[in-house]
């Protein structure tokens, strides 16, 4: 299957639309219905901590059933009493509409008040909002303004996001230079895209030098904080380089994990992988037909369109019983993991939220090429199309 090269870095401004992160602090001495029901008691008579803690835990589901209704509730309220993490949640649940009708204008209100109390992640919501012209008209320099008072007051995706601009020439002029200062002051602040970006340019990035090493070292940071797009990113390249690798698993093992956060050309190099025998993975041709079929679910028409000839060849492998009990499977497990996340974490006390676009035309995508055990080509494998 070869597959080539478009772009090579994700354009996280349209990937994540808005940069949302729940912390749930500790609970230690309560159960976890006694704790909610404190909880409870406490924002009923006006505390603001138990507020945000209420929404942040049905955001997420911890300790009560998920319910992004009674989330937005309680963030409006804690809101409405001028506390600013609730004013850039809430604005982010208006803009996304999650728990509340979408409405572009209130969560622009709402990010205004945050950021007139210092909060650098309202800033880039404001920001991201002039970029894409969401509810505002376009403006990139004033994004790109904006995204600099960001990084001043410490937002490290903020950087990313700038450094995106002068890579894909958003003000008018390509300058990879600036685009890599930028990811690198993303990176020493410690975000994960900014990290990713950075590691594509050492990996992929043709008018760059490659040191896989280090491509590998930031992608495992990222990785590490959960950003999907370098576990897979990251899982490719050590397909490409075992050298880099851990142990036999670790490509596997990231692949299964971005997979079950729906990125489905992981699916698509779990098929490869199992097709042809790779990355210690034996020939399966079924589990080959299974990941793909999985991909197509997941992916819709551009993930047929790739594998339309993988499936015309493997799908006549089996009867149908066998083919249907494989449809099966497959959608058993996309019934499970139809969840698509930018962010994975272990963590449920600190989850990030981004908008995932529901039209995959112009979605930032990542490759699935695999170079063969034994290729001399020289260029880096692909880790975004």
């Not at 090269?5 to 940069?19: E, G």
């Not at 040191?211 to 797009?229: E, I, Q, T």
């Not at 990231?254 to 997979?259: D, G, H, I, P, V």
């Not at 199992?274 to 997941?298: E, I, M, S, T």
Request: net charge negative.
């Amino acid at each position: 299957m070869l597959l080539q090269c478009k772009k090579r870095l994700f354009l996280s401004l349209s990937a994540a639309l808005a940069a949302f992160v729940i912390y749930l602090p500790s609970l230690h001495g309560y159960a976890t219905d006694e704790r909610v029901m404190k909880l409870t008691s406490d924002a009923e008579r006006g505390s603001l901590s138990a507020e945000l803690e209420l929404g942040a835990r049905y955001m997420t589901g911890n300790g009560v059933p998920r319910d992004p209704v009674v989330a937005a509730r309680w963030y409006e309220k804690a809101a409405q009493r001028g506390e600013p993490d609730a004013q850039n949640q809430i604005g982010y649940l208006y803009q996304a509409g999650i728990g509340v009708h979408q409405d572009v204008a209130r969560a622009l209100h709402w990010y205004q008040l945050s950021a007139a109390s210092g909060d650098s992640s309202a800033l880039l919501n404001i920001g991201t909002l002039y970029f894409t012209g969401t509810g505002v008209k376009k403006d990139v320099s004033y994004a790109a303004t904006l995204f600099e008072d960001a990084v001043r007051k410490g937002n490290g995706t903020a950087a990313a996001y700038l450094g995106d601009i002068y890579y894909f020439g958003s003000l008018g002029t390509v300058d990879l230079a600036l685009a890599e200062k930028w990811f690198e002051t993303g990176s020493r602040m410690h975000d994960p895209i900014a990290a990713f970006n950075l590691g594509s340019l050492y990996s992929t990035e043709p008018r760059h030098p490659h040191d896989f090493h280090k491509a590998a070292a930031l992608l495992r940071r990222s990785a590490s904080d959960g950003y999907v797009p370098a576990i897979h990113a990251l899982a490719v390249l050590l397909i490409n380089h075992p050298t880099e690798e851990h142990t036999n698993s670790e490509a596997r093992s990231l692949l299964e994990t971005a997979a079950a956060a729906g990125e489905w050309k992981s699916s698509v190099v779990l098929g490869i992988l199992a097709r042809d025998g790779k990355g210690g993975v034996p020939v399966n041709k079924r589990a080959a037909d299974y990941y793909f079929h999985v991909a197509v679910l997941q992916g819709g028409k551009p993930a047929q369109d790739m594998l339309m000839y993988d499936l015309s060849k493997l799908d006549p492998l089996f009867d149908s019983a066998q083919r249907e009990s494989i449809l099966a499977e497959a959608r058993s497990w996309q019934t499970q993991h139809a969840e698509v996340r930018r962010f994975v974490s272990n963590d449920p006390r600190d989850v990030k939220f981004f908008p995932i676009q529901q039209n995959t035309e112009g979605f930032p995508n990542v490759s699935t090429e695999v170079q063969p055990a034994h290729s001399t080509e020289k260029e880096a494998p692909c880790t975004s199309t």
